[in-house]
């Protein structure tokens, strides 16, 4: 009964962040720090994936690269179907698992986890999610960029031209990701920590 218990409550977690996933994502492109587009998806992805484990987290991202590919994906598309449906579902998928399998580890490996359960030093919670919360945003450009290296770099290159780059490295680091990247890195850290926080604090009260 305990394991169905925490099953049914797993999924329904689970089920809320989805739903917190799809709307961040739609809306995302709504939301901008000065010049910058900025993306919150991220911040349930690595929530979900410290909750919930890997899989879970791996859930989510593939759920935000869906809807990147139908949203937001025209142009690439356009330059190469299947390169852009490899690199948006494994850049978000891959984020989400990654995010999972660094809390984890921490958890497990770090001795600072053994009063997590009883709400002591619950610091470590934040440092674990820190710690996800860097390699969640890491992950899906890092892969971006690769993909936009293996499928695009053509294109890639012409558009660095156009836009006054003599160098596609350069480009691609500060003209597709460069300010966004690190807004979105800086706004990952401070707030995944605090939500799930308040998401264990919700948990003891029940």
């Known amino acids: 009964m305990k394991k169905q218990h925490i099953s049914i409550q797993t999924l329904s977690g689970l089920a809320i962040i989805t739903a917190i996933v799809v709307v961040l994502q739609l809306v995302g492109s709504q939301i901008h720090f000065g010049p910058f587009s900025i993306s919150l998806v991220l911040i349930p992805i690595v929530v ?3 909750l919930y484990g890997p899989l879970a987290g791996a859930w989510l991202g593939f759920v935000f690269s869906v809807i990147v590919l139908i949203m937001d994906s025209a ?7 299947f390169g852009t449906v490899v690199t948006v579902l494994l850049k978000g998928t891959l984020a989400g698992l ?6 984890n580890a921490f958890k497990k490996w770090a001795f600072v986890f053994k009063n997590l359960e009883s709400g002591k030093e619950s610091w470590q919670i934040n440092l674990g999610v820190i710690l996800a919360a860097i390699v969640c945003p890491v992950v899906n450009t890092g892969l971006f960029l690769v993909g936009c290296a293996l499928f695009f770099l053509p294109t890639i290159r012409e558009w660095g031209v156009g836009a006054g780059y003599t160098n596609v490295v350069g480009y691609m680091f500060l003209g597709l990701v460069g300010g966004n990247f690190l807004v979105e890195l800086l706004i990952n850290i401070i707030l995944s920590p605090v939500i799930v926080q308040l998401i264990h604090l919700g948990r003891k009260h029940k």
Request: charged share 0%; glycine share 18%.
């Open 75 to 81: 142009l690439f598309m356009g330059i190469n179907a």
């Open 48 to 50: 979900g994936a410290a």
């Open 98 to 103: 990654c995010a999972g399998f660094v809390y």
